[in-house]
């Protein structure tokens, strides 16, 4: 694949999310203020002293919406990469299996499907201590189910062709077949489905934030800051809709970049070669 290829809403994409990344990595040098830091009065107009003005504590928007990045890209990424990790090895094993495994993982899958994913969430949320990493966990085991139904797709797809039977002829164990054979051409639309479960995480945390239920104040994430300033509307105050605007900002970037490994991924089967 050559870098003049790649079109240019790819390109927007990949430079939102890298600056999005790069915000959060290095937010503690970049961002003017402390995350916690009131530095002024409530809902206080942008000014040379604060570029976004400040929330509803007095604490600068620009610095909260940095380290908001930081704990809003690490929880998404992270969840997103513990229910791909779920998801694909079950799917893949159910896939390779067949017979009572692919049926009891497909039924048990097909079970939790059925549950309206935000009530479940709430109900258990509200049950667990509040933690982050319980947090990243509910998650992930929520949204690998819709990883496992992809996986079990692409993995049914492949698992049929000539070099998989080849493998088990071989004497090939299991985990050979699913990593060496099967994961290797299927990576195209996985990526591309990475990508997609990404951008659901961020808004799913962004909403269980907003409910009171994700990342617990004073620590800053965009989904939580909409929440804090949702009163400001009433009086004019747009403190709101800066942290929902880049939301939306970073949601689309990603649905870009999700568009164009779509795009480039003709089938299900992938191939080595695509990636």
Known sequence: MRLREIPLTAWIGILGILFAFGCAVFAPLIAP?????????????????????????GRDLLSRLIYGAQT???????????????????????????????????????????IP???????????????IFILIAVMAILDSTRVYRLG???????????FVEAAK?????????????ILP???????????????????FLSTLSFLGLGIQPPAADWGGMVKDNKDGIIFGIQAALIPGGAIAALAICVNMVVDWLLKRTSSLKGGRGDV
């Open 33 to 57: 203020y402390g995350e916690r830091e009131i530095v002024a009065g409530v809902w206080e107009p942008a000014s040379d002293l604060y570029l976004l003005g400040t929330d509803n504590l």
């Open 72 to 114: 809003t890209l690490f929880v998404s990424l992270a969840a997103s990469i513990l229910s791909f990790s779920i998801g694909i090895f079950l799917s893949f094993t159910a896939a390779v299996s067949g017979g009572p495994i692919d049926q009891g993982l497909s039924r048990l899958n097909d079970l939790m499907m059925s």
């Open 117 to 131: 994913t935000l009530i479940f969430a709430l109900v258990v949320l509200a049950v667990l201590p509040q933690n």
């Open 152 to 162: 079990r797709a692409v993995a049914l797809d492949v698992a049929v062709m000539e």
């Open 169 to 181: 002829l071989r004497g090939e164990g299991r985990m050979w077949i699913i990593f060496r054979e």
């Open 185 to 203: 051409n299927t990576l195209s639309p996985l990526l591309a489905e990475f990508g997609l479960r990404f951008a659901f995480s961020i808004l």
